[in-house]
């Protein structure tokens, strides 16, 4: 008894002092905790191409200005006081690659937000998952004109690109204000790419009044188009709009060369690529014009984050790309620090309602989204451009000088 | 038309190399290379490499530099005649000779290895291979033509006729013919079977990277490029009879043709016309339209 007594005497004091130590331990594992999570870094991804096809040179840059982006951020502090993580999943073009990127970002990295894709096809692949997920994506890349189309319940995807259907929008713009174009041809590729911009000229064209002379059709393989210019030709088209990847472009006008048949040639970004310059050659690569969403760099930040990255690009008059793929980090994170969240409905909320402008590369975003609009650049924000000694440079001319936003049919 | 025809006729002479390439596989091993097409766009990037490093090394200019293509050419030969060997080894030789179809996932397995280890080499981009007599048009009435176009169609002719008088006059072309036409008796007659076998994957391989650097000034040199080139040579063996190599080369001729002339009528339809043409030579004469039935003993 006594030595109970005694043990219980001497426990009684040690009672406060445990407790206390208890409590001071929790209290610094509690605030360990919280400065853990504070300091937890923000998980962004890149899904896209940078490896499997053609395309995945504008995937490769747009990676390098997400990267910049994101030292950036983090150099100013981050994200709501969290440091951002950049995680890039090459998709290598194909959409069942992409959806498992897709999947697999979301549900076991957790990533707060997914850019890209390079590829259209796979974009429109996975963005019933993107919605359904409530995952905010940011196309940085794709054009295809349905991929910012969303359901009723949410639409999740915004985008910072060029959109197939605000190209066939401008160009045909010019084509109808152009006196000299009286009578027009349209040039397509037989890929997804093709069909779906021949859909947006034929129904732009309508909204003109306008009627192709001629509608001619190739392979992305084909490498002598003369047989379909020979038909142009004969149905006396003077200027052909075509849709069609980099490499087939520059086999278009190499065929042009051979029948020696020059009309004028509208087409679309594809032209910056570097298979249209490389295929076409120094001479006829001066010939089309085509639309970018910056053909020069007109800013002092534009030049420092060309001074950054430019080395590292094999072509830099796709500059472009990384310009765009920057822009959407800053529209996301902006969204972010409004919505006080990373959480997917509330960055979409605030990324429709934007209430700062965003001074980006290709232009200061200003609401560039709304409920029902979600392209941060439309026809008007396009450059008209064309290869000057080895550069994509502005294009001018007195007919696009004279275009009205009323002249842009959509 | 006479546009059409040339054209028809250069693509038709490539196809008409690939298309004996497999012929002399067929023949002497009685299997394939699937990889064909991938030999034909490293071969053209290997040519496009020789010509760059030559003319970093020498300052000078690759148009008009006639040698430094020849140089491409002979380079992208060698290299890829040298790597039909490994592929002969360890694609082939383990499966060739005994039943089953090993040998069609391997030589498909090598060419991956292959396109892949290119891609990381020369990236994904097209690029062109500088024509050795320039890239200028010139005319014949209303048509258009570019040097290389009579480039490739001359030189394949020559090659494929050189082939023909070899497998006819020289020894290792009687080798060849002796173990296509019965491998036990030529190797009773003291004929290195295996050596023989492994010198028409060198020579096929050889054949697919030299095409590979013929149409690289015409079609722009792409590691993709390769695969639909080696599926109309193949289809053009079929045509012709694979185991005829007269009839492999008119069958490239042919096919190269008929995808021309019908574009002349409607380009979407040239594949279409094409492989209707494979379907209707092969349901008429299943052995192609010079082929001989083949007699299996077993």
Known sequence: MTKKKTASTNMAPARPRLTALLGAAAAVLMSAAVQAQAADPIKIAYNGDISGSPSAESGQIGVLGIGAAVEDINKRGGVLGRPLEFLVRDDLGQPPKAIQNMTDLIDREKVSVVFGPTNSGNALAWKHIANQKRMPVLVSSASSTAITEGPSSGNYLFRVSMVDREQASALLAYVKKNPEAKAVGFFVETTGYGQAGLKDLEQIAALHGMKPVSIEKFDARDTDMTSQLSKAKAAGADTLVVWAQAAPLGHLVRSMEKLDYFPKVFTTWAASFSGFPEVAGPKLMEWPVFLTTSSERKSAEADSLFARIGPKLANPSMFWAASQAYDTVLLWAAAAEQAGDTKGEAVRAALESLNKPVAGMVKTYDKPFSATQHEGLTAADYHWSRWKDGKVVDFNDPVLAGLQPADFKK | ?298
């Open chain 2, 1 to 298: 038309m006479l546009q059409a025809i040339i054209g028809g006729l250069t693509l038709g002479s490539v196809y008409a190399l690939i298309a004996l390439g497999f012929n002399l596989t067929y023949t002497t091993t009685r299997t394939l290379n699937f990889a064909q097409g991938d030999f034909v766009s490293v071969g053209a990037f290997v040519g496009l490499g020789t010509v760059g490093v030559l003319t970093a090394a020498l300052g000078a200019d690759a148009v008009g530099y006639v040698w430094l293509y020849a140089l491409a050419a002979v380079a992208a030969a060698l290299a890829m005649g040298v790597l039909g060997l490994p592929l002969y080894l360890a694609a082939i030789r383990p499966f060739a000779g005994k039943p089953g179809m090993s040998w069609v996932v391997s030589t498909i397995g090598f060419g991956i290895v292959l396109q892949s280890a290119a891609l990381s080499v020369w990236g994904l981009g097209a690029r062109m291979l500088p024509a050795p007599f320039g890239d200028e048009v010139f005319r014949v009435g209303e048509a258009g033509f570019r040097s290389q176009e009579l480039v490739v169609l001359v030189l394949a002719f020559a090659i494929l006729g050189a082939f023909d008088l070899a497998m006819r006059r020289t020894a290792i072309g009687r080798c060849m013919r002796a173990v296509a036409l019965n491998r036990d008796a030529a190797a009773l007659m003291g004929i290195d079977v295996p050596r023989v076998m492994a010198m028409a994957f060198l020579a096929s391989s050889a054949l697919a990277g030299l095409s590979g650097v013929l149409v690289a000034p015409i079609l722009s040199a792409s590691l993709f490029m390769g695969v639909i080139i080696a599926l109309k040579g193949f289809s053009a063996a079929i045509i012709g009879g694979l185991t005829n190599p007269r009839g492999c080369m008119a069958g490239g001729l042919l096919i190269g043709l008929v995808e021309s002339l019908t574009a002349l009528w409607s380009a979407q339809w040239r594949e279409i016309m094409v492989f209707l043409l494979v379907i209707l030579v092969l349901a008429m004469a299943p052995n192609g339209l010079f082929g001989r039935k083949l007699v299996e003993k077993v």
